[in-house]
């Protein structure tokens, strides 16, 4: 993962697209990015969407869209200063005693 | 990384979650997620977006934000089988081909 | 519809919003306004978000949500000086052309 | 604006397109379709977004994108029975009260 955040960091330097890696930038550019990530799973069933990752060529595109999902989620945490494992342990605590297992359990009110 | 998949899943598995986990449902709520996300920055200047993380109830926001976010892509990736920082570096490597250094050093013709 | 755009216009100026109403800034709210109403059919199946309109509480949620975006998409039009309807028509036929009746019917190949 | 609403069905009737077009499929389509737009901005200044309609390139995608993203919605509320113009007139109405203009002008703290 820190492997991954200094391979992006390079690949930003060395273009000099420091300039444009601006917090709001990287927000958009992460949200076009789910954008297209959604465009794969938008006209298939529950169904179909659930095996997309036996069909090769939807997988390579789906995995493609992840990976490009991740590059601008770790280019945008790294500009803030944000450990993104850490961001994402520290919420989940936190939602965890929002919603407490025997509360929720197999319901969808909230997620 | 392994340890937040690892936990990701659990939360989700206590609750009785995996029945409303489907790739399509997460690829939602992690479009859901980047809309909040984007909404800390949006009325902001650029200058005010980047320093954003001075503000401490700002940078609170934004870093659990930032959690959430990643929350999601974690599990849509564990869920579809795909391991999250190997598809970045994958997608990396052919960024890196299709925009040589020499090309695109400072143009923000694509990026 | 060109009263819409008035009255949305004329809320903007009287609380001297127009120096937020930038294009980018727009298209960001446009776009985190879409992530709430994302968030209204996540955990549905399909067949509960088709009833959503059924369910009171739901119905007056859409409906604020799809208003919201509403506004923000009339905005955004305005301050880039483009007619709505008229993109949307002109788009259409467009797509009229590239997916021919009597070769996508009833194929989501495209949409 | 009912004009587009019924040319927007026809389009999807004629092409037996009802089965892809649920309230969920439309709001990810959407969804989608924004993503695009802010991928016409994410990397421009708040200047050059700014003047975007001054480049014939860029004005003739930020038409196209901005009529796709009116084509979802309005085939969205038409689905959900919504009337579009009318749900944004009345949410702006609520969102008036909600920001007093004597309270907000010049603020961008929610707006």
Request: net charge negative; glycine share 4%; proline share 3%.
């Given at each position: ?32 990015e ?16 659930s ?53 929720v ?7």
């Amino acid at each position: 993962m820190s492997d991954l955040t200094t391979q992006v960091r390079a690949f930003a330097e060395e273009r000099d697209w420091q300039q444009f890696h601006t917090p709001k930038n990287l927000a958009m550019a992460l949200a076009g990015e789910v954008g297209e990530l959604l465009a794969e799973f938008q006209w298939l069933t529950p169904e179909q969407a659930s095996a997309v990752m036996e069909d090769t060529e939807a997988a390579a595109r789906v995995r493609a869209e992840i990976g490009d999902v991740m590059i601008y989620l770790t280019r945008l945490a790294d500009v803030l200063g944000i450990d993104l494992v850490e961001a994402a342990l520290t919420k989940l605590d936190e939602v965890a005693v929002r919603y407490p297992v025997h509360q929720v359990k197999g319901s969808a009110a909230k997620r």
